[in-house]
T-cell receptor, first 113, second 117 residues
Framework: AQSVTQPDIHITVSEGASLELRCNYS??????LFWYVQSPGQGLQLLLK??????LVQGIKGFEAEFKRSQSSFNLRKPSVHWSDAAEYFC???????????FGRGTSLIVHP | DTEVTQTPKHLVMGMTNKKSLKCEQH?????MYWYKQKAKKPPELMFV???????INESVPSRFSPECPNSSLLNLHLHALQPEDSALYLC????????????????FGAGSRLTVL
């Protein structure tokens, strides 16, 4: 079965600084990979996804992620963080028979002015 | 229309009540999902409907009863819940389930916040 690890529970950055959120997965082949964002009390919004092809994926809100097979990672990046980016970020992996995404525990992003 | 609509947004119920959560999508998606999310935790899959048939039940207690009346609607019937069932219940939909790319891209609703007293 697939699994996904987000090593950082909290990340604090200053507004305008760059951001990288880490995600590692465990699966024998290349899974489908997703990043979702959740604002307090809200549902999850898809930021970006990777199925195959170009390993650098562009998403909404200025986010990008890079798939690295050798490191089993799919890290999320943003060059300049805005205060409105403060939220919970979930990495998810879809693999196996149904490919239904399994979510990591989430990383809480705190943005200081 | 690219939304999943959930009602009610908030629900408070006693342990002997019967209530229902509702979910609707008009994106032509053929898979619909219920997730449960506790505070500061990731969503946990409860049920999956594929083409209006229950395809996955993640060993959820029988006090939760899902229903998919048609391809656009998904209900979650609640009966005799416990306080530990208090959580955010998220509905999601996707084009389908399975291994082709794009099938399992989930679109989530805003959730129904359930409090069991």
């Amino acid at each position: 079965a697939q699994s996904v690890t987000q090593p950082d529970i909290h990340i604090t950055v200053s507004e305008g600084a760059s951001l990288e959120l880490r995600c590692n997965y465990s699966y024998g082949a290349t899974p489908y990979l997703f990043w979702y964002v959740q604002s307090p009390g809200q549902g999850l919004q898809l930021l970006l996804k990777y199925f195959s092809g170009d390993t650098l994926v562009q998403g909404i809100k200025g986010f990008e992620a890079e798939f690295k097979r050798s490191q089993s990672s799919f890290n999320l990046r943003k060059p300049s963080v805005h205060w409105s980016d403060a939220a919970e970020y979930f990495c998810a992996v879809g693999a196996g028979g149904s490919y239904i995404p399994t979510f990591g525990r989430g990383t809480s992003l705190i943005v200081h002015p | 229309d690219t939304e999943v609509t959930q009602t009610p947004k908030h629900l408070v119920m006693g342990m002997t009540n019967k209530k229902s959560l509702k979910c609707e999508q008009h994106m032509g998606h053929r898979a619909m999902y219920w997730y449960k999310q506790k505070a500061k935790k990731p969503p946990e899959l409860m049920f999956v409907y594929s083409y209006e048939k229950l395809s996955i039940n993640e060993s959820v207690p029988s006090r939760f009863s899902p229903e998919c009346p048609n391809s656009s609607l998904l209900n979650l019937h609640l009966h005799a819940l416990q306080p530990e069932d208090s959580a955010l219940y998220l509905c999601a939909s996707s084009p389908a389930t399975g291994g082709y790319s794009g099938a399992n891209v989930l679109t989530f609703g805003a959730g129904s916040r359930l409090t069991v007293l």
